[in-house]
Structure formats: structure tokens, C-alpha cells
């Protein structure tokens, strides 16, 4: 059973032009299945050039949002082998290049393509009234069944 509650007020942050600038921002919460997720507004539509990936910070956490094809993609934005930024590298074919070592990811599930034993977390996208959300299940659920695989298309 899904149940919407009233949006939150928040302050986030958005990179454009390469400047981190506050945004008022929102908060949607669902219950899924006894279970809280949360969905963050991180950014306008269009603030993700196609083909290309940008830096987000919600809640905290350091966030690659990917537009390809026409879909959105967020996956943790550090690489897990040394902390680059995933949205700064080269994206082809749904994924993502470190620019620092060349370890590749899936923009899809957050998999290393030369190691599927590897990922990074990967996070349920959606557009809603020309926002870019970005869902995180609630702080204190400690599964990750919430936060990957990203199975079905990321954005809704």
C-alpha cells in the first residue's frame, strides 16, 4: 500500500555552473510495505544536460544524478576505490568512467562492470511537477532492499 504524506520544506544543495547554490527543496515521504522511503528534490529538470552527469548534495550524502535517453539515473557519487566523483566521468552506453582510475559503473544498479561482486549504492529517480527527486529509504531502516538494485527503470 502506498500513502503520500505533505511535503517538507527543506534546504538542499544544486551544482550549476560549478557553484554549489541553496535551494528551497521538498520532502515526500511514502510507506511502502511497512516500509519509509523518502524522495528528495535535488534539482530543476534540465539541470542535467543529456548524455552527462552532475553532483547533488541530499541529506548529507553526495549524489551522481545521470540523464541518458531521456531517463534519470542517481547513484552514490563517490567511487568506492578512491572517493572521485562518478558524475565528473565519462558516461557511455549507461555508465559511468572514474576519472581517476577508469573503473566503470552501471548508472542502472551502482554494478563495477569489470567486478559485479562491486557496487556503489544506487538511488529510485522520478520527475514531479519539473523537479528531479531522488528517494532514500528512511535513516533508521538498515536494509538495503530500498536502496538497490534500481531494477526497474530509475525514473518515473
Known amino acids: ?7 517538507i520544506d527543506r ?5 550549476e555552473g560549478g557553484q554549489l547554490e541553496p535551494q528551497a ?6 510507506i511502502r510495505n511497512g516500509r519509509m522511503s523518502k524522495f528528495f ?6 539541470a542535467v544536460p543529456e548524455g552527462e552527469g552532475r553532483t547533488f548534495t541530499v541529506e548529507g550524502r553526495m549524489v551522481g544524478v545521470f540523464l541518458l535517453d531521456g531517463e534519470y539515473f542517481a547513484i552514490n557519487d ?3 576505490h578512491m572517493g572521485a566523483s562518478l558524475a565528473s566521468g565519462y ?7 572514474c576519472p581517476w582510475h577508469a573503473w566503470r559503473f552501471s548508472v542502472k544498479d551502482g554494478t563495477w562492470l569489470d567486478n ?4 556503489t549504492e544506487c538511488y529510485s529517480v522520478r520527475v514531479d511537477d519539473g523537479m528531479i527527486e531522488v528517494q532514500f529509504p528512511d535513516k533508521d531502516d538498515h536494509s538495503t532492499s530500498d536502496v538497490a538494485p534500481c531494477n526497474d527503470p530509475c525514473s518515473k
Open 78 to 80: 563517490f567511487c568506492p
Open 11 to 15: 534546504l538542499m544543495a544544486s551544482r
Open 41 to 46: 528534490k535535488v534539482a530543476k529538470v534540465g
Open 25 to 30: 527543496s521538498g520532502l515526500s515521504i511514502q
Open 116 to 119: 559485479p561482486k562491486i557496487r
Open 91 to 97: 558516461v557511455e552506453d549507461h555508465a559511468v568512467t
Open 1 to 7: 500500500m502506498l500513502q503520500s504524506y505533505p511535503k
